[in-house]
């Protein structure tokens, strides 16, 4: 089984406006981390935002916020006010396990139109 | 602090060549990881390293790779023989203890076997 699926290969959003990514995973561990990581059209991977299970309030950095929903398995990142530099690909990762071996989702394309 | 470095950043050889890639990860960071991006596979783990010790090689796609950590401050991904189907952006990627901490990525190495 997949341990992160992202549902939405692209995304479109108008400038200024919020956009929802979504995220699912899958872990029978009770203590993980969720990660969101931006890449840009240059490559580089960026770290975004972290999630930690016992983590009762969302994590919020910024503009982005971490909606997790622990009972449902889900942590979808929400940019506030989209700018047109937010195009890029955005990834959600996962830690768990013995030595917290990190998973990555297949990433989804979000496009910011003026 | 320098970040991760790789080199090369961009890698073009010949089928059957070997290939190395290097990586130094960030000063004090016990975690590493080798990952490989294609269009058609996304974001692989190849390998993983704690404390300089392969856990985890599954990732590993067949004999022709190979990696090694012989001290904290660096680690190599050996391709040989390399082939076309070779052909993807590798990044390496540290992190700092063995809880959810975030993993810093490097610019990545381009490398095309033609």
């Known amino acids: 089984a997949q341990k992160i699926t992202q549902t939405q290969p692209g995304m479109f959003v108008q400038e200024k406006e919020a956009v929802t990514l979504d995220c699912t995973y899958d872990?029978?561990?009770?203590?993980?981390?969720l990660f969101w990581y931006k890449q840009p059209s240059s490559g580089e991977m960026i770290f975004l935002i972290y999630q930690g299970s016992y983590d009762e309030q969302n994590a919020t950095e910024g503009r982005y916020s971490l909606n997790f929903q622990k009972a449902r398995k889900s942590a979808n990142l929400v940019i506030s006010a989209s700018q047109l530099g937010d195009s890029a690909m955005y990834f959600c990762?996962?830690?768990?396990?013995?030595?917290?071996?990190?998973?990555f989702g297949s990433g989804t394309k979000l496009n910011v139109k003026p | 602090d320098a970040g991760v470095i790789q080199s090369p950043r961009h890698e073009v050889t010949e089928m059957g060549q070997e290939v190395t890639l290097r990586c130094k990860p960030i000063?004090?960071?016990?975690?590493l990881f080798w990952y490989r991006q294609t269009m058609m596979r996304g974001l692989e783990l190849l390998i993983y390293?704690?404390?300089?010790?392969?856990?985890?090689d599954s990732g590993m796609p067949e004999d022709r790779f190979s990696a090694k950590m012989p001290n904290a401050s660096f680690s190599t991904l050996k391709i040989q023989p390399s082939e076309p189907r070779d052909s993807a952006v590798y990044f390496c990627a540290s992190s700092f203890g063995t809880g959810f901490a975030e993993a810093f990525f490097g610019q990545g190495t381009r490398l095309t076997v033609v």
């Open positions: 390293f704690n404390n300089n010790v392969p856990i985890d």
């Open positions: 872990t029978s561990d009770q203590s993980y981390g």
């Open positions: 000063s004090g960071h016990n975690s």
């Open positions: 990762a996962m830690r768990e396990g013995n030595f917290n071996k990190f998973y």
